[in-house]
């Protein structure tokens, strides 16, 4: 079974922190995908990478960065978190089969 | 555009069939999908079609695809309580296995 894993499942931060979500998959998937979840707005793509230390923008990158050092982890981060950034956080791998697994989801709360 | 548009809310007594409608806008998306989401858990993919299909069926799930109107359909035979949840379709654009998601059709069964 395909495994993707979260860093964690609850987070509070405070308004200005910077933060990291973590994102790790083991199924040596090329392509990964960070989204936030927002109630009636469904998945909106913040930023994906499709190898190791390659990125590109999503639909909705402005606030967020990511890193991918290794193919199995890929990182988002909000540099100066606010609250307009308080959502769950989804991450998502995919390979050649044309199908995308999802982790368990952050839920973030900036106060 | 490149809106995917669900009604937000359906609901059905146990037992029943429940049809969840989609509409998407890419004429040249490749694959459709539908995910599952429980409460407070990350995205499970139930099934995908292909574009050049027109109907899938996986046990009590039947997926009907209208490529002229670009109308995307889930059914769910014999509704069970445990089939409550939220239900995304998502078409694929582009490269990198980019998905676009609707807002997400929140299904509950009812005795």
């Known amino acids: 079974d395909v495994k993707v894993t979260q860093s964690s499942r609850y987070l509070v931060k405070r308004t200005g922190e910077k933060v990291f979500l973590e994102c790790v998959q083991d199924m040596d998937h090329e392509n990964m995908f960070w989204y936030r979840q927002d109630p009636g707005l469904g998945l909106r793509l913040i930023y994906f990478?499709?190898?190791?230390?390659?990125?590109e923008k999503g639909d909705i990158p402005e606030g967020y960065s990511v890193s991918r050092e290794k193919k199995e982890r890929f990182s988002l981060i909000l540099e100066s978190a606010s609250t307009n950034q308080t959502s769950m956080y989804l991450c998502?791998?995919?390979?050649?089969?044309?199908?995308?697994?999802f982790g368990p989801g952050t839920r973030l709360t900036v106060t | 555009g490149e809106d995917v548009e669900q009604s937000l809310f359906l609901s059905v007594r146990e037992g029943d069939s429940s049809v969840i409608n989609c509409t998407y806008t890419d004429s040249s998306s490749t694959y459709l999908y539908w995910y599952k989401q429980e409460p407070g858990a990350g995205l499970q993919l139930l099934t995908y079609?292909?574009?050049?299909?027109d109907m899938k069926q996986d046990q009590r799930l039947t997926v009907l695809l209208n490529k002229k109107d670009k109308h995307l359909s889930l059914r769910i035979a014999d509704t069970q309580t445990g089939d409550s949840a939220i239900y995304f379709c998502?078409?694929?654009?582009?490269?990198?296995?980019?998905?676009?998601f609707g807002a997400g059709t929140r299904l509950a069964v009812h005795p």
């Open positions: 990478s499709y190898d190791v230390k390659m990125k």
């Open positions: 998502a078409e694929m654009q582009g490269g990198y296995n980019k998905l676009i």
């Open positions: 998502a791998s995919g390979g050649s089969s044309y199908e995308q697994y």
């Open positions: 079609i292909f574009s050049n299909m």
